[in-house]
């Protein structure tokens, strides 16, 4: 009913149908690596369990400057509860100088830092 060259172009059709499916496949999970950029999207609490420190208050700022983290002392500092999610530029306007604060969350260093009245001298790794 069907010549071998209809079998054939259908074998054929298949495979690069296939093929096709694994490239597309492939490519939108390399797309979805590359849009994270390899930093968690969300930020569990419990992975910061080993900066708990009572004496200092810890931020942990994630890529695109989004806070992923402050311990009791940031929060109590920055008079904020456990549910508020602050915005890096919420933090930077209480703290002088707000530049010196946001170079210190985009790159290592130290910063001798005001909160409030508060002298503080901030490090960044």
């Given at each position: 009913m069907?010549?071998?060259e209809a079998v054939a172009l259908g074998i054929t059709l298949t495979i690069i149908g296939a093929?096709?499916?694994l490239v597309a496949r492939t490519m939108t999970?390399?797309?979805d690596v590359a849009t994270r950029g390899g930093m968690p999207l969300t930020v569990s609490e419990g992975a910061f369990a080993h900066l708990?420190?009572?004496d200092e208050a810890v931020l942990v700022v994630l890529a695109?400057?989004?806070v992923g983290y402050l311990n009791a002392r940031a929060?109590?500092?920055?008079?904020?509860t456990l549910e508020d999610q602050p915005p890096l530029e919420f933090l930077a306007q209480r703290i002088r100088p707000a530049d010196e604060f946001i170079r210190l969350c985009a790159t290592p260093g130290r910063?001798?830092?005001?909160?409030?009245t508060m002298a503080l001298e901030g490090a960044s790794y």
């Open positions: 069907f010549g071998t093929g096709l499916w999970r390399l797309g708990q420190n009572d695109g400057g989004r929060r109590e500092w920055f008079g904020l910063a001798r830092l005001t909160l409030s």
